[in-house]
């Protein structure tokens, strides 16, 4: 088993089980009635949030997936929690999301954030996806555990090869200005405390094609002892 290396106050898990991703996707709870089911997949920066999400979307059915990164774009790091919740807000009553964030509109950004009222899970994926705002409004939180320096490093490689900010030099510097940030918000939000899964983002332990590494969240612990 290969350990991951967490930030402080991030509690490592051990506990790793291999699953195919249909039964992890087997394991989420029935969309509720009338409105879609509500996941959130988050974790730290390069963790592989993206990749776990869009690996759920392909396995589920009527599924659609919304990034964060749209509702933050020109806005301040993390200060887009109510972005989230006018997201989120008509998903829990049923409704179907047409919405243009404010710095669209300002900065000229075509289009908008959709969700059609066909959509049966919806997947919210991102750094503060699960963030302590919003946690009434979602059904099921998956943590993206990651090992932190090969986050960092996985993180700066796709910067470079993206062209997203300027240079390996360049990328590097902007990554640090994110984390300082990030850790600061991270440590103060806590959202693997409140998840109700956790899935590492690289292998701790041997997987075969198709398998995660997961492992049951805190969240699932409370929610089944609050169960009679």
């Not at 993180?155 to 850790?183: C, K, P, Y």
């Not at 103060?188 to 701790?204: H, K, N, S, Y």
């Amino acid at each position: 088993m290969v350990k991951l290396i967490v930030p402080e106050g991030e509690t490592p898990t051990d506990d790793w089980t291999a699953l195919d991703v249909v039964s992890v996707v087997a394991g989420l709870p029935a969309p509720p009635p009338g409105r879609p089911l509500i996941i959130t997949v988050d974790g730290r920066s390069a963790s592989g949030k993206s990749t776990l999400a869009d690996t759920l979307s392909a396995a589920i059915p009527r599924s659609c997936v919304v990034h964060t990164d749209d509702l933050a774009w020109q806005e301040s790091f993390f200060g887009w929690d109510h972005l989230l919740r006018d997201v989120l807000t008509p998903l829990h009553r049923g409704e179907p999301v047409v919405f243009r964030p404010p710095a669209w509109e300002l900065h000229g950004r075509e289009g908008a954030i959709t969700v059609s009222d066909d959509c049966r899970v919806a997947i919210v994926e991102g750094v503060g996806a699960s963030r302590r705002e919003v946690a009434d409004l979602v059904d099921h939180a998956i943590w993206v555990q990651s090992d932190f320096a090969e986050a960092e490093r996985r993180g700066i490689a796709r910067d470079v090869a993206h062209g997203m900010n300027g240079d390996a030099a360049a990328s590097t510097a902007f990554w640090h200005r994110w984390m300082a940030q990030e850790l600061t918000f991270l440590a103060e939000d806590r959202p693997w405390t409140r998840a109700d899964l956790i899935v590492a983002g690289a292998a701790p332990i041997p997987l075969e094609k198709d398998q995660l590494a997961v492992a049951v969240g805190p969240g699932a612990y409370v929610a089944a002892k609050l169960t009679p």
